[in-house]
C-alpha cells in the first residue's frame, strides 16, 4: 500500500473538538458533549476545537450554527481557534475519495434503501427497525479497479469501501475500556459518498479530524458505534489514531436518545443565570458532584471548579 504523508503535521500536545450538526439549538444530550468535551481538553491543557458538520444540508437548519455558537458562549465554552464548517471542505473530501480509488477499495453502488432491505430479506437477514443494515455487497465487483474519476462521479452513484475480510478493530475508550467490532458482520461495506451527491458523515470526520490534526475525540457514546469504520479508514488513508472517549447519553423519560427526531427541547440560555442551570445539569450527567451551588456562583467560577474535578473515572459512576 503507498505510503501517504499526513496531511498535517503531527499535532503537538492535546487538540480536542465539539462537532455539533446545526439541525438545531443545543439540547441536554449535545451541552454534555460540549461540556465533556471542552472540560476534557481544558483539564489536559489542550485546545478545543469547533466543527460545524453541515454536510447533510436538508437536515441542516439556516442560522442553526449561530445559535449553537451564541449557546456555547453563554455557557462560558470558548473554543480556541477559528470555527470551521465541513462544507466549505468539499475539496478535501473529492481528494480523500481519489487516494482510495487509487487504492482500489471503492467500488460505485446505486442500491436505494429499499433494494438494500430486499436482498437481506432474501438472505432471512432481518435489521431491527434502530439498528443500521449491514450492506450484503451487491454491487461489489468481484475485482476492484481504479475508476475512471470524472465519468463515474456523477451524482446517481454511492461509492462504498470494500472491507478486506477479517476486520476486527480493537480500540480502547477513556472511559469504557476496551471496545471491539467485527466491520464485516456488524456494518459491511459502508458509504463514502451518497447517492444524492453527499459525503457522508464516516468520510468528512476522518478527514477533518485529520487536516485540523485532533488528538482527542470526546462525544456521545451513541457515536461508539461509529468509532471502528472510522478507526479503518484512517488507517487506509495513513492517518493517526486519536484517542476516543465516550460519553454517557441523555436519555428522554422514554429511555430514547435526545436528538432533533425526538423533537429534543433546546437547552434555555437566555441569560447566564439559565446557562448555568443547564451546565449544573450536564455536570451531574458527567458524575461530577460537589461543584460551587451557590446562588452567587459564576459560571467562570463553576466551570474552573469543574475543570479541577474533572476525572475521565468518574464519568460513568
Ligand atoms: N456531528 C455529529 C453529531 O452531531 C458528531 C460528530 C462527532 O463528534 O464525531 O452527532
Ligand atoms: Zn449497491
Same mark, same amino acid.
Given at each position: 500500500?503507498?505510503?501517504?504523508?499526513?496531511? *498535517?503535521?503531527?499535532?503537538?500536545g492535546?487538540?480536542?473538538r465539539?462537532?455539533?450538526?446545526?439541525?438545531?439549538?443545543?439540547? $441536554?444530550?449535545?451541552?454534555?458533549? +460540549?461540556?465533556?468535551?471542552?472540560?476534557?481538553?481544558?483539564?489536559?491543557?489542550?485546545?478545543?476545537?469547533? =466543527?460545524?458538520?453541515?454536510?447533510? $444540508?436538508? =437536515?441542516?437548519?439556516?442560522?442553526?450554527?449561530?445559535?449553537?455558537?451564541?449557546?456555547?458562549?453563554?455557557?462560558?465554552?470558548?473554543?480556541?481557534?477559528?470555527?470551521?464548517?465541513?462544507?466549505?471542505?468539499?475539496?478535501?473530501?473529492?481528494?480523500?475519495?481519489?487516494?482510495?480509488?487509487?487504492?482500489?477499495?471503492?467500488?460505485?453502488?446505486?442500491?436505494?434503501r429499499?433494494?438494500?432491505?430486499?436482498?437481506?430479506?432474501? =438472505?432471512?437477514?432481518?435489521?431491527?427497525?434502530?439498528?443500521?443494515?449491514?450492506?450484503?455487497?451487491?454491487?461489489?465487483?468481484?475485482?476492484?479497479?481504479?475508476?475512471?474519476e470524472?465519468?463515474r462521479?456523477? !451524482? /446517481?452513484?454511492?461509492?462504498? @469501501?470494500?472491507?478486506?475480510?477479517?476486520?476486527? @478493530?480493537?480500540?480502547? &475508550?477513556l472511559?469504557?475500556g476496551?471496545? @471491539?467490532?467485527?466491520?464485516?458482520?456488524?456494518?459491511?461495506?459502508?458509504?463514502?459518498?451518497?447517492?444524492?451527491?453527499?459525503?457522508?458523515?464516516?468520510? $468528512?470526520?476522518?478527514?477533518? &479530524?485529520?487536516?485540523q490534526?485532533?488528538?482527542?475525540?470526546?462525544?456521545?457514546? &451513541?457515536l461508539?458505534?461509529?468509532?471502528? =469504520?472510522?478507526?479503518?479508514?484512517?488507517?487506509?488513508?495513513?492517518?493517526?489514531?486519536?484517542?476516543y472517549?465516550?460519553?454517557?447519553?441523555?436519555?428522554?423519560?422514554?429511555?430514547?436518545?435526545? *436528538?432533533?427526531?425526538?423533537? +429534543?427541547?433546546? @437547552?434555555?440560555?437566555?441569560?447566564?443565570?439559565?446557562?448555568?442551570? #443547564?451546565?449544573?445539569?450536564?455536570?451531574?450527567h458527567?458524575?461530577?458532584?460537589?461543584?460551587?451551588?451557590?446562588? #452567587?456562583? !459564576?459560571?467562570? /467560577?463553576?466551570?474552573?471548579?469543574?475543570?479541577?474535578?474533572?476525572?475521565r473515572?468518574?464519568?460513568? *459512576?
Amino acid at each position: 500500500m503507498p505510503n501517504f504523508k499526513n496531511p *498535517s503535521p503531527p499535532a503537538d500536545g492535546y487538540r480536542g473538538r465539539f462537532a455539533p450538526s446545526p439541525t438545531g439549538p443545543l439540547h $441536554a444530550g449535545s451541552l454534555v458533549a +460540549a461540556l465533556g468535551s471542552w472540560l476534557d481538553a481544558r483539564k489536559n491543557h489542550g485546545k478545543w476545537l469547533l =466543527r460545524m458538520e453541515d454536510l447533510d $444540508a436538508p =437536515r441542516c437548519i439556516p442560522g442553526a450554527d449561530q445559535e449553537i455558537m451564541r449557546q456555547l458562549l453563554t455557557c462560558g465554552l470558548k473554543w480556541d481557534e477559528e470555527p470551521t464548517w465541513q462544507s466549505k471542505h468539499q475539496e478535501r473530501y473529492k481528494k480523500a475519495l481519489k487516494r482510495l480509488n487509487k487504492l482500489k477499495i471503492i467500488y460505485p453502488c446505486t442500491c436505494s434503501r429499499q433494494g438494500i432491505a430486499n436482498a437481506l430479506e432474501a =438472505r432471512g437477514v432481518i435489521t431491527p427497525c434502530n439498528q443500521e443494515m449491514v450492506y450484503p455487497g451487491t454491487c461489489r465487483p468481484d475485482q476492484i479497479g481504479t475508476y475512471d474519476e470524472e465519468g463515474r462521479s456523477s !451524482s /446517481e452513484v454511492a461509492w462504498r @469501501i470494500a472491507l478486506p475480510p477479517e476486520l476486527t @478493530i480493537h480500540f480502547e &475508550d477513556l472511559a469504557l475500556g476496551k471496545q @471491539i467490532q467485527d466491520l464485516n458482520r456488524e456494518v459491511g461495506d459502508f458509504a463514502l459518498h451518497r447517492r444524492d451527491g453527499i459525503f457522508t458523515y464516516q468520510l $468528512a470526520v476522518v478527514v477533518d &479530524d485529520a487536516e485540523q490534526g485532533i488528538t482527542h475525540i470526546v462525544r456521545g457514546a &451513541d457515536l461508539l458505534d461509529n468509532t471502528a =469504520r472510522q478507526i479503518y479508514l484512517q488507517r487506509v488513508l495513513d492517518y493517526e489514531t486519536p484517542s476516543y472517549l465516550h460519553l454517557p447519553l441523555v436519555l428522554d423519560e422514554h429511555g430514547e436518545k435526545l *436528538s432533533k427526531q425526538t423533537l +429534543a427541547s433546546a @437547552i434555555h440560555t437566555e441569560n447566564p443565570q439559565q446557562a448555568l442551570q #443547564e451546565l449544573r445539569k450536564a455536570g451531574r450527567h458527567l458524575g461530577l458532584r460537589d461543584l460551587p451551588d451557590g446562588k #452567587e456562583t !459564576s459560571i467562570a /467560577e463553576w466551570l474552573l471548579a469543574a475543570t479541577q474535578a474533572w476525572d475521565r473515572k468518574i464519568i460513568f *459512576s
